[in-house]
């Protein structure tokens, strides 16, 4: 069965001016599926000590982590791998997730757990809604959006989760200096997020001119489940960091 968010049979150019209606569209679609035993564990047992929710409230994040440390905010992590991957190699980093789709938050807490990790948060919620009513201003040294559903339709362009306004957002809760890391192996998408930060107040492109308006693949980013899947498909992969200034 067709999936909207990769189908482009009727897709067509459109620039980023068109609005975000942030309210009542979704960047994702829930998808029903059946959990493994490690998944339901990690929702069931791991859950109440890694586990936020909005309910929860404004963070103070250095409460959050009991220790002041560089903060990487991570929307959309799939199944979890690369974060996971990233929260291991990085102890000294506190990285907080954010995904919708039970399953893949399942999995992330059983391997969290099961590697003994202490500097990782998971948020299973829509991360617009985390933005706005849990992470503080200026309190995140990364923001990482990896391989985002592109949904290449036009007529579905509007639920593309980068925006004017979520960038907006995005920027208000970096720090100065801060950056936004967004991947993608969807060429047309690439092009629409350049467009977008370019025409972002407040962020300047951290790519050289001989690659502008991207960045080579840095190494340390782990090559997530949606990469792995856009190589075999023969697709290209397009990096591109902003760093808040001002
Ligand atoms: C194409 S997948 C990529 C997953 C992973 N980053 C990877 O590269 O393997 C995009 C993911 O973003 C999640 N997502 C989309 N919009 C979201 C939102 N507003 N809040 C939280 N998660 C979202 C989807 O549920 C999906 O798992």
Redesign the pocket.
């Known amino acids: 069965m067709s999936d909207p968010?990769y189908d482009d049979k009727t897709t067509g150019p459109e620039g980023p001016e068109a609005p975000l209606h942030r309210r009542g569209i979704?960047?994702?679609?829930?998808?029903a599926g059946r959990m493994t035993q490690a998944q339901i564990r990690g929702l069931e047992e791991v859950w109440p000590r890694l586990g936020l929710t909005l309910a929860d409230g404004r963070q103070d994040l250095e409460a959050l982590f009991g220790r002041r440390a560089p903060v990487v905010l991570?929307?959309?992590?799939?199944?979890g791998?690369?974060l996971v991957e990233q929260a291991e190699r990085h102890p000294d980093t506190d990285f907080i997730g954010?995904?919708?789709?039970a399953p893949?938050v399942g999995k992330l807490l059983d391997e969290a757990d099961k590697r003994g990790l202490t500097n990782l948060r998971v948020?299973r919620?829509?991360?617009?809604a985390?933005l706005e009513q849990c992470l503080p201003e200026a309190s995140l040294d990364t923001l990482q959006?990896?391989?985002?559903?592109?949904w290449p339709k036009k007529k579905h362009h509007k639920r593309r989760?980068v925006q004017p306004a979520f960038v907006e957002l995005v920027r208000s809760r970096l720090k100065p200096g801060g950056t936004l890391h967004m991947?993608t192996d969807w060429e047309a998408y690439a092009g629409w997020m350049a467009e977008v930060m370019q025409a972002a107040p407040g962020f300047a492109n951290t790519a050289g001119a001989e690659t502008a308006p991207y960045v080579p693949r840095p190494e340390f980013r782990p090559l997530?489940?949606?990469?792995?899947?856009g190589e075999k498909l023969g697709h290209g992969v397009w990096d591109l960091i902003f760093r808040r200034a001002d």
Not at 145 to 150: G, K, S, T, V
């Open positions: 968010r979704k960047s994702y679609v829930l998808r991570e929307i959309g992590f799939g199944m791998a690369s954010i995904e919708v789709h893949g948020y919620e829509d991360a617009l985390v959006l990896f391989f985002p559903d592109p989760i991947a997530t489940k949606f990469e792995a899947r």
